[in-house]
């Protein structure tokens, strides 16, 4: 690993909601801000492109009714590859930074949603995408879930990036096979809202000896579109918070280098040492010297899924 400090920028904002070309331009807008204020790496929160489907909490899922909830986010998700995938690599490859963006993703491969992290490189590349393993209550009525072909780290110059969306971080074994990888920064993109999260991040990051950036948008009611049908009877005003971003850094011993920012959009920002990483683990390292593999043994099966395997001369 080629230690170099990184500052990171936690992107706390309101996505125009359900508004995936204008929420991509938002985004765009902001990479370049934050890169501007000199951050070598980009963090969104969960599903920001088009936004996260709220009203899954506050209704009975399945029921869309006159407002067609579902079918206004399948229209609006985000295709990969696709233009809005391409744009955000534009941004990321022109101000030279890593971004990780949170976006409900339309497979290509099926007619399915899916809660995914893009990771961008500074050469406008796409590095990967991460799949939710397990979407929480309802979400499972708009999301699928991924697999383990998608939960990997990637190499920067400032070390290992990976990441885990929202309730992904009280899964233990998500957790572990990521330490197992050696992630240096893990991302938590989150909806959770809770006084326990930063808590939360803090004991991973302490558990995992690595750096933790995570960050939620901020929404309120007033956010929401009055054109959409129905819209005034599950959602008030300015004071109806849905999110409030409760953005924040922490360091490899679990300690709160930066924020948590909360109900008002911002960046939080904070400068890393990746030499840190090296001395925390010396006391503690998971998946080393603390993992005794004689006593316990986890096995990750890093393969996609499919449910048709096409066999023969006319396989494609």
Known sequence: MTVDLVRVAAVQAAPV???KEATTNKACELIARAAGEGAGLV??????????PDWLWRRRPWDDGEARWFVRFAEQAVSIPGPCVDRLAEAAGTHG???TMGVTERASESHTLYNSIVFFGPNAEVLGVHRKLMPTGAERLVWGQGDGSSL?????????LGGLICWENYMPFARAALYAQGVDILVAPTWDNADEWVPTMRHVAKE????VVSVSPVLRGSDVPADIPGRDEIYGGDDDWMSKGNGVVVDPYGRVVAGPLVGEEG?????????????????????????????????????GTSPVVVEGPHAP
């Open 267 to 303: 960046i939080v920002y904070a400068d890393l040492d990746p030499r840190l990483l090296a001395k925390a683990r010396q006391q503690f390292d998971p998946v080393g010297h603390y993992s005794r593999p004689d006593v316990f043994t986890l096995t990750v099966h890093p393969v």
């Open 152 to 160: 990997r780290t990637y190499e920067t110059p400032f070390g290992k």
């Open 43 to 52: 963090v969104f929160p969960e599903s920001f492109i088009p936004t996260y």
């Open 208 to 211: 995992g000896r690595t750096f």
């Open 97 to 99: 930074v890593y971004v």
């Open 17 to 19: 909601f359900l508004d």
